[in-house]
């Protein structure tokens, strides 16, 4: 496995299970990069419980289950648990970037957990974080 480290935002996953999402191709391929080990996916569990809202209101039940058991079991994405260092650094990113606390959270977990990527194709998010480095799934892609 590679040594790169990039947390990714829920809205990466949320396109990869929408053929007809703008970001669905791109999204996928960065899922798939992480499966064949070309980066360590880090997964927050905020992004756990957003996804699972998805998954509830527009799937069988079964597929949140093997979305679940995929992210726990695969060598390559590691899922990080809101404690309560995440908790007080979320607090300080929310303070002093006026992000949603959900995006907060996942660049306090960012930081945390020493990635040196958030990817997502929030844009607001890389005009109010300047570290990590905010980054598209396009432009990942092409780093990896």
Do not use: C
Not at 47 to 72: A, C, D, I, K, N
Request: hydrophobic fraction near 40%; proline fraction near 5%; aromatic fraction near 6%.
């Amino acid at each position: 496995m590679s040594g790169i480290r990039a947390l990714l935002d829920t809205n990466v996953f949320i396109a990869a299970r929408s053929p007809d999402e703008g970001h669905y191709r791109t999204s996928k391929a960065v899922l798939d990069g992480a499966d064949e080990g070309r980066f360590t996916a880090i997964v927050s569990t905020v992004t756990l419980m957003e996804v699972g809202v998805g998954y509830l209101r527009g799937g069988p039940p079964e597929s949140r289950r093997q979305f679940l058991h995929h992210v726990q079991t695969s060598p390559n994405f590691r899922v990080v648990p809101v404690d309560v260092a995440v908790a007080d650094a979320a607090a300080v990113v929310r303070h002093e970037s006026s992000l949603k606390l959900p995006d907060a959270v996942l660049v306090a977990t960012a930081r945390q957990e020493q990635a040196s990527w958030l990817v997502t194709h929030d844009d607001r998010i890389s005009k109010l974080v300047k570290s990590p480095v905010v980054i598209s799934t396009e432009r990942f892609l092409r780093e990896i």
